[in-house]
C-alpha cells in the first residue's frame, strides 16, 4: 500500500491504483491525479476542489449552474490525513476546514490491493456556532489529468421503461462542451453536462453510471453514483481541462429539497458513495476494473457462487394471473427443463384480476389456489426448486385493507396528504409501523410458507419526496432512502439464504446502493424478443455479469431460430426463463434443456469473467450485436443477427491477437451452424450465418489445442 505525505501532496494507492491529492496551503485542496500507476507525479497542480459544498448564504465563488468552485469548497484547507485497514480494504481518510463557517470535511476513499477502483464519500461537520443550510455536497470532485477536453470522449446512459442503458459515446465537444475560448476571458466555464435523477427510480431516465476517456492517452474513469434516489454527475470545462463531479440529491435538482440543514452542536451530514475505476487502456481496461470493484463491494452471500437458474411464470406466460390449475404442469415444466427455482410473480394475493390497488396486505388467494398456496410451493420444493414469490414491498394499494391499519405517518407525504401514484401510496421506512409490517410479511411468507426467493418490485416513482419530521421533502426522501437500505441489510441479517431479486419495473432502479445486497437485478420487461438484445448487452455496464438477469422466453409458436435467439439473450448472465414451456413439443423443450446445461457449464467463469464489446456498445437499432465474456483464457461470445441485409460480420476480438483459437458453437448445436475463419494476425473472427430474419449463437473460444494455424486460418466446430 502506498503512503506518502509530504508538504505539498498526499500520495495513497496500491499495485493497481495511485491518488495523488494536492494540499498545499496557497492552492485547493485537489486531486492532482488518479489513475491505474504511477508516474503522475509531474502533472500540473489541483485547480478543481476534491470537496463542493454549496452552502445558504455562501453560494459560488464565481456564478454558475455546476459543482464546481462553490465558495466553501474553494476556501476549504487541509487539516490532516488518517489511514486505517479494515480487512481487505484500505481507506484514507483526507480532512478538510473553512474557518468561516466552522464546516469541516472529511473526504473518504476505499479501496481491495490489486483492483483499479476506490469508492469515495464525504462527511461534513457543522463545528461553527450558526446553522448552516446544506443545499448540495459532492461524495467525489476532480480534474480529469491532463487530459484536453479536444481528446475526451464522453460516455453515458438514457434509460427507460422498456428500452434501459441505451449508452452512448461521444467525443466532450460534440455540441454538449463547446470552444468558448475560456483562456481568452480568463474565467472558466459555466455550463456543463449534468445527467439527473430526480425521484425514487434511481434509472428511471438516466443511468448513474458514465465515464470519460481520453482519445490521445487511452486514460478512462469509469464511475457509478451507489444510491437507491436522487443523485447528479456533471462533466464540464476548465480552464485547465474538463473535470467530474459526482453527487447525491442537491438543492438545483429538487427545488424544494435541500440535502440537509447542518446546525451548531456539530451537525453531522453524510454524502451517497460513489465509485471511481481508472485505466490506462481505455473502457475495456476501466470496466475491467469497475467489474473487479463491483465483485468486492456486492454482500457475500451462497447465490453468487451457485448462480441458480430462475423460472418465473409473468413474462409473456401468465402475465400476473397465477391459478393452481395454471402454475401445476408449468412448475413441472420448469423443472424438467432444470430450473432451480420457480417465482410466482404477481397476482398470487388477489381474489381477481384487478390487483393493482389492492397490494399491501401480501396473504395468499384462496380462490386462485383452492388448495392454498402451500400445495403450490410443496409441489415447487418436490420438483427440486426453490420456491419464489414476487413481492411489491414499498406500496400499499388504495383498496388494501392496510391502507387504514397503518397510521398516516407510516406513509410519505407532502402537505399533510399522502403521496399517491397510479392507486399505490408509498410506505415511509423510516417509520417504525411500516418497518415492522413489511418485517412481519417476510417473517411469515419465509417461516410459514417457505419462500426462499422474492422478486422484489417497484412500480412507483414516489417522485420528490416527503415533508414529515424532515427539513425538506428532498431531506425526508434522502432519510427514507437510507431506512430502506438498513430494512434490505436487515432482512438477509435474518435470512442469509433468501435470495432477493431487484426489479423495478423492470430495471428502473439498477444502483449498486441495491445491487451491494441483492443477488440479481432483471435488466427490462421487455416483451419483444427482438428489442431485447441491447438491453442485454448493455447490462453488463452497470450490473455484474452474475446478477445480470435478462429474461428468456421461448415459446411453443416460435420458430426454432426464434426460441434460440431469445435464450441467447439470457446466457452470458443470469439465465432468466419463463415461457409456455408446458406447451412446447418435446423438440423445443429439448432446445431450452440444451441452454440450460450450457448455462449450468459456464457460469462458474461468468461469476469471474470481464465483459467486453467486441462491435462496441449497441445502438438500439442495431442489426448485429455482439458481448463476450472473458474468463481466464476462455472467451464466450455471443452474436445476434436482427434482419440484417449482410449474411456475415467480422467480429474482432483483439485480445486474442496472434493466438490460433478453437471456435464452438455451445448454443444451439441442433440449428444449421455458421461458418466461421479466425484470422490470429488480425485478430478478427468472421461468421456467416443462414439467411433467416433473425439469429444468434453462443460461441466458446479458447486457445487452440491443435497445431497454431496460418494467421488467416482457424478451427471451427
Given at each position: 500500500m502506498i503512503s506518502i505525505e509530504s508538504a505539498t501532496s498526499v500520495t495513497w494507492g496500491h499495485s493497481a491504483l495511485e491518488l495523488v491529492v494536492d494540499v498545499s496551503s496557497d492552492g485547493p485542496v485537489g486531486v492532482r491525479s488518479l489513475s491505474a500507476g504511477g508516474g503522475r507525479a509531474d502533472r500540473p497542480r489541483a485547480a478543481q476542489p476534491l470537496v463542493e459544498v454549496l452552502v445558504a448564504g455562501e453560494g459560488r465563488a464565481r456564478v454558475s449552474h455546476r459543482f464546481s468552485e462553490t465558495a466553501v469548497?474553494?476556501?476549504?484547507?487541509?487539516?490532516?490525513?488518517?489511514?486505517?485497514?479494515?480487512?481487505?480494504?484500505s481507506e484514507l481518510h483526507l480532512d478538510l476546514r473553512d474557518e468561516q463557517t466552522g464546516l469541516a470535511a472529511r473526504t473518504t476513499f476505499r479501496s481491495v490491493d490489486g483492483v483499479a477502483a476506490c469508492q469515495v464519500s464525504t462527511t461534513v461537520t457543522n463545528h461553527g456556532l450558526e446553522p448552516v443550510v446544506l443545499q448540495g455536497l459532492t461524495s467525489f470532485a476532480a480534474g480529469f489529468g491532463c487530459a484536453r477536453v479536444e481528446d475526451v470522449d464522453l460516455l453515458r446512459a438514457d434509460s427507460e421503461w422498456l428500452g434501459e442503458g441505451r449508452w452512448v459515446r461521444r467525443p466532450l465537444r460534440d455540441g454538449a462542451v463547446p470552444d468558448l475560448n475560456l483562456g481568452l476571458h480568463g474565467q472558466d466555464g459555466r455550463g456543463r453536462v449534468a445527467v439527473v435523477s430526480t425521484g425514487t427510480?434511481?434509472?428511471?431516465?438516466?443511468?448513474?453510471?458514465?465515464?470519460?476517456?481520453?482519445?490521445?492517452?487511452?486514460?478512462?474513469?469509469?464511475?457509478?453514483?451507489?444510491h437507491n434516489g436522487a443523485w447528479r454527475w456533471e462533466v464540464a470545462e476548465r480552464r485547465d481541462g474538463p473535470y467530474v463531479a459526482l453527487l447525491g440529491p442537491t438543492d438545483i435538482d429538487h427545488p424544494v429539497a435541500r440535502s440537509s440543514a447542518c446546525c451548531p452542536a456539530a451537525c453531522r451530514f453524510t454524502s451517497v458513495p460513489v465509485s471511481v475505476a481508472v485505466s490506462g487502456s481505455g473502457v475495456d481496461g476501466a470496466i475491467a476494473a469497475l467489474t473487479a470493484h463491483r465483485r468486492e463491494i456486492v454482500r457475500p452471500h451462497r447465490d453468487r457462487t451457485a448462480l441458480p437458474v430462475v423460472f418465473n411464470d409473468y413474462m409473456n406466460t401468465l402475465m400476473g394471473d397465477p391459478t393452481t390449475e395454471k402454475l401445476l404442469p408449468l412448475i413441472d415444466a420448469a423443472a424438467g427443463a432444470g430450473a432451480e427455482v420457480f417465482c410466482i410473480d404477481a397476482g398470487w394475493y388477489d381474489d381477481d384480476s384487478g390487483w393493482w390497488d389492492s397490494v399491501g396486505e401480501w396473504q395468499p388467494s384462496r380462490t386462485r389456489f383452492p388448495g392454498g398456496i402451500e400445495k403450490v410451493i410443496a409441489h415447487i420444493r418436490e420438483r427440486g426448486m426453490v420456491p419464489g414469490l414476487w413481492l411489491e414491498p414499498e406500496v400499499i394499494g388504495v383498496r388494501s385493507p392496510m391502507a387504514d391499519r397503518l397510521p398516516a405517518s407510516a406513509f410519505l407525504q407532502r402537505g399533510g396528504a399522502r403521496l399517491v401514484e397510479h392507486g399505490r401510496y408509498h410506505l415511509d421506512l423510516r417509520h417504525p409501523r411500516a418497518v415492522a409490517h413489511l418485517d412481519a410479511v417476510v417473517d411469515r411468507l419465509v417461516g410459514e410458507l417457505g419462500v426462499g426467493y422474492f422478486k422484489l418490485?417497484?412500480?412507483?416513482?414516489?417522485?420528490?419526496?416527503?415533508?414529515?419530521?424532515?427539513?425538506?421533502?428532498?431531506?425526508?426522501?434522502?432519510?427514507?432512502?437510507?431506512?430502506?437500505?438498513a430494512w434490505l441489510d436487515r432482512v438477509l441479517d435474518r435470512h442469509p439464504d433468501l435470495i432477493l431479486e431487484n426489479c423495478a419495473s423492470g430495471a428502473m432502479r439498477m444502483d449498486y446502493a441495491m445491487l451491494s445486497r441483492m443477488q440479481l437485478q432483471s435488466t427490462s420487461d421487455q416483451q419483444d424478443h427482438l428489442l431485447?438484445?441491447?438491453?442485454a448487452v448493455s447490462a453488463p455496464m452497470s450490473v455484474l455479469p452474475e446478477q445480470s438477469a435478462s429474461w428468456a422466453y421461448p415459446q411453443p409458436d416460435m420458430s426454432d431460430e426464434d426460441?434460440?435467439?431469445?435464450?441467447?439473450?439470457?446466457?452470458?448472465?443470469?439465465?432468466?426463463?419463463?415461457?409456455?414451456?408446458?406447451?412446447?413439443?418435446?423438440?423445443?423443450?429439448?432446445?431450452?434443456?440444451?441452454?440450460?446445461?450450457?448455462?449450468?457449464?459456464?457460469?462458474?467463469?461468468?461469476?469471474?469473467?470481464?465483459?467486453?464489446?467486441?462491435?462496441?456498445?449497441?445502438?438500439?437499432?442495431?442489426?448485429?450485436l455482439s458481448l463476450a465474456m472473458k474468463s481466464r483464457d476462455v472467451t464466450y461470445l455471443v452474436v445476434w443477427q436482427r434482419g440484417s441485409d449482410q449474411a456475415s460480420i467480422t467480429v474482432p476480438l483483439p485480445h486474442l491477437r496472434g493466438t490460433g483459437v478453437d471456435v464452438e458453437v455451445l448454443y444451439p448445436r441442433q440449428l444449421p451452424e455458421w461458418a466461421s475463419g479466425w484470422n490470429a494476425g488480425t485478430g478478427e473472427l468472421t461468421l456467416t450465418t443462414q439467411r433467416v430474419p433473425a439469429s444468434a449463437r453462443l460461441f466458446r473460444i479458447a486457445p487452440s489445442t491443435s497445431s497454431i494455424p496460418s494467421p488467416t486460418e482457424g478451427s471451427a466446430r
Amino acid at each position: 500500500m502506498i503512503s506518502i505525505e509530504s508538504a505539498t501532496s498526499v500520495t495513497w494507492g496500491h499495485s493497481a491504483l495511485e491518488l495523488v491529492v494536492d494540499v498545499s496551503s496557497d492552492g485547493p485542496v485537489g486531486v492532482r491525479s488518479l489513475s491505474a500507476g504511477g508516474g503522475r507525479a509531474d502533472r500540473p497542480r489541483a485547480a478543481q476542489p476534491l470537496v463542493e459544498v454549496l452552502v445558504a448564504g455562501e453560494g459560488r465563488a464565481r456564478v454558475s449552474h455546476r459543482f464546481s468552485e462553490t465558495a466553501v469548497g474553494r476556501r476549504m484547507v487541509y487539516a490532516g490525513s488518517a489511514r486505517r485497514t479494515d480487512g481487505r480494504w484500505s481507506e484514507l481518510h483526507l480532512d478538510l476546514r473553512d474557518e468561516q463557517t466552522g464546516l469541516a470535511a472529511r473526504t473518504t476513499f476505499r479501496s481491495v490491493d490489486g483492483v483499479a477502483a476506490c469508492q469515495v464519500s464525504t462527511t461534513v461537520t457543522n463545528h461553527g456556532l450558526e446553522p448552516v443550510v446544506l443545499q448540495g455536497l459532492t461524495s467525489f470532485a476532480a480534474g480529469f489529468g491532463c487530459a484536453r477536453v479536444e481528446d475526451v470522449d464522453l460516455l453515458r446512459a438514457d434509460s427507460e421503461w422498456l428500452g434501459e442503458g441505451r449508452w452512448v459515446r461521444r467525443p466532450l465537444r460534440d455540441g454538449a462542451v463547446p470552444d468558448l475560448n475560456l483562456g481568452l476571458h480568463g474565467q472558466d466555464g459555466r455550463g456543463r453536462v449534468a445527467v439527473v435523477s430526480t425521484g425514487t427510480w434511481s434509472t428511471g431516465t438516466a443511468l448513474p453510471t458514465g465515464g470519460v476517456v481520453d482519445r490521445r492517452t487511452g486514460q478512462a474513469w469509469l464511475w457509478q453514483i451507489e444510491h437507491n434516489g436522487a443523485w447528479r454527475w456533471e462533466v464540464a470545462e476548465r480552464r485547465d481541462g474538463p473535470y467530474v463531479a459526482l453527487l447525491g440529491p442537491t438543492d438545483i435538482d429538487h427545488p424544494v429539497a435541500r440535502s440537509s440543514a447542518c446546525c451548531p452542536a456539530a451537525c453531522r451530514f453524510t454524502s451517497v458513495p460513489v465509485s471511481v475505476a481508472v485505466s490506462g487502456s481505455g473502457v475495456d481496461g476501466a470496466i475491467a476494473a469497475l467489474t473487479a470493484h463491483r465483485r468486492e463491494i456486492v454482500r457475500p452471500h451462497r447465490d453468487r457462487t451457485a448462480l441458480p437458474v430462475v423460472f418465473n411464470d409473468y413474462m409473456n406466460t401468465l402475465m400476473g394471473d397465477p391459478t393452481t390449475e395454471k402454475l401445476l404442469p408449468l412448475i413441472d415444466a420448469a423443472a424438467g427443463a432444470g430450473a432451480e427455482v420457480f417465482c410466482i410473480d404477481a397476482g398470487w394475493y388477489d381474489d381477481d384480476s384487478g390487483w393493482w390497488d389492492s397490494v399491501g396486505e401480501w396473504q395468499p388467494s384462496r380462490t386462485r389456489f383452492p388448495g392454498g398456496i402451500e400445495k403450490v410451493i410443496a409441489h415447487i420444493r418436490e420438483r427440486g426448486m426453490v420456491p419464489g414469490l414476487w413481492l411489491e414491498p414499498e406500496v400499499i394499494g388504495v383498496r388494501s385493507p392496510m391502507a387504514d391499519r397503518l397510521p398516516a405517518s407510516a406513509f410519505l407525504q407532502r402537505g399533510g396528504a399522502r403521496l399517491v401514484e397510479h392507486g399505490r401510496y408509498h410506505l415511509d421506512l423510516r417509520h417504525p409501523r411500516a418497518v415492522a409490517h413489511l418485517d412481519a410479511v417476510v417473517d411469515r411468507l419465509v417461516g410459514e410458507l417457505g419462500v426462499g426467493y422474492f422478486k422484489l418490485d417497484y412500480n412507483v416513482d414516489a417522485g420528490a419526496g416527503t415533508d414529515v419530521a424532515a427539513d425538506s421533502a428532498g431531506a425526508g426522501l434522502l432519510a427514507h432512502n437510507r431506512a430502506h437500505l438498513a430494512w434490505l441489510d436487515r432482512v438477509l441479517d435474518r435470512h442469509p439464504d433468501l435470495i432477493l431479486e431487484n426489479c423495478a419495473s423492470g430495471a428502473m432502479r439498477m444502483d449498486y446502493a441495491m445491487l451491494s445486497r441483492m443477488q440479481l437485478q432483471s435488466t427490462s420487461d421487455q416483451q419483444d424478443h427482438l428489442l431485447y438484445p441491447p438491453i442485454a448487452v448493455s447490462a453488463p455496464m452497470s450490473v455484474l455479469p452474475e446478477q445480470s438477469a435478462s429474461w428468456a422466453y421461448p415459446q411453443p409458436d416460435m420458430s426454432d431460430e426464434d426460441i434460440a435467439f431469445t435464450l441467447c439473450t439470457g446466457l452470458l448472465g443470469r439465465l432468466y426463463l419463463s415461457g409456455r414451456l408446458d406447451a412446447m413439443t418435446a423438440e423445443q423443450l429439448e432446445s431450452v434443456r440444451a441452454a440450460v446445461r450450457v448455462q449450468h457449464e459456464i457460469r462458474a467463469d461468468l461469476a469471474t469473467a470481464v465483459p467486453l464489446w467486441p462491435l462496441g456498445l449497441p445502438a438500439w437499432s442495431d442489426r448485429w450485436l455482439s458481448l463476450a465474456m472473458k474468463s481466464r483464457d476462455v472467451t464466450y461470445l455471443v452474436v445476434w443477427q436482427r434482419g440484417s441485409d449482410q449474411a456475415s460480420i467480422t467480429v474482432p476480438l483483439p485480445h486474442l491477437r496472434g493466438t490460433g483459437v478453437d471456435v464452438e458453437v455451445l448454443y444451439p448445436r441442433q440449428l444449421p451452424e455458421w461458418a466461421s475463419g479466425w484470422n490470429a494476425g488480425t485478430g478478427e473472427l468472421t461468421l456467416t450465418t443462414q439467411r433467416v430474419p433473425a439469429s444468434a449463437r453462443l460461441f466458446r473460444i479458447a486457445p487452440s489445442t491443435s497445431s497454431i494455424p496460418s494467421p488467416t486460418e482457424g478451427s471451427a466446430r
